[in-house]
């Protein structure tokens, strides 16, 4: 696996971790701190809603414009969670993902769009190339990189 996706793993899993504290869901955050071995270090980007949140309701916000429907934040995070529940399935964390339909009452319905590593890590893995790519110029390449390899294979 290429370095950039290494990284952008890492952040997703780091990125989640705040998503689970800032939810008050302390009893997943520490399984998922125990098996994906994520540090409790400070996220460099803290936003108040969560940085992952925020940027998965920008997502949802240019995806939905075609219907001009606007999500309240509740369904956003609501499908956000089904990914990250989603996501925790694949990557056979199943303490954490026991834990996770426990506390946020999730439901275990196959997701809307159903990846091998999970729509969440694709979507992330985008995303942070794209983001990094924009705010550091030597990581251009990986973006262009990462854009090829998302729009190229079926969703």
């Not at 001009?68 to 934040?73: A, V």
């Not at 091998?116 to 262009?144: C, I, M």
């Amino acid at each position: 696996m290429a370095q950039s996706n290494w990284e952008a793993d890492k952040m997703l899993d780091v990125y989640i971790y705040d998503h689970l504290v800032k939810k008050k869901l302390h009893n997943t955050a520490n399984s998922f701190m125990t098996e994906r071995k994520v540090s409790p270090d400070h996220v460099a980007i803290d936003t108040p809603g969560g940085f992952l949140f925020e940027r998965w309701s920008m997502f949802l916000d240019i995806y939905n414009a075609k219907t001009k429907e606007k999500l309240l934040d509740s369904a956003v995070e609501y499908e956000l969670n089904v990914y990250i529940y989603d996501y925790l399935v694949k990557k056979k964390l199943h303490y954490t993902a026991y834990s996770f339909m426990t506390e946020v009452k999730v439901s275990m319905d196959p997701v809307a769009i159903d990846t091998p590593g999970g729509y969440l890590s694709q979507w992330w893995s985008v995303f942070w190339a794209f983001f990094v790519a924009s705010t550091n110029e030597k990581h251009s390449e990986s973006a262009a990189e990462q854009f090829s390899q998302a729009f190229s294979r079926p969703l």
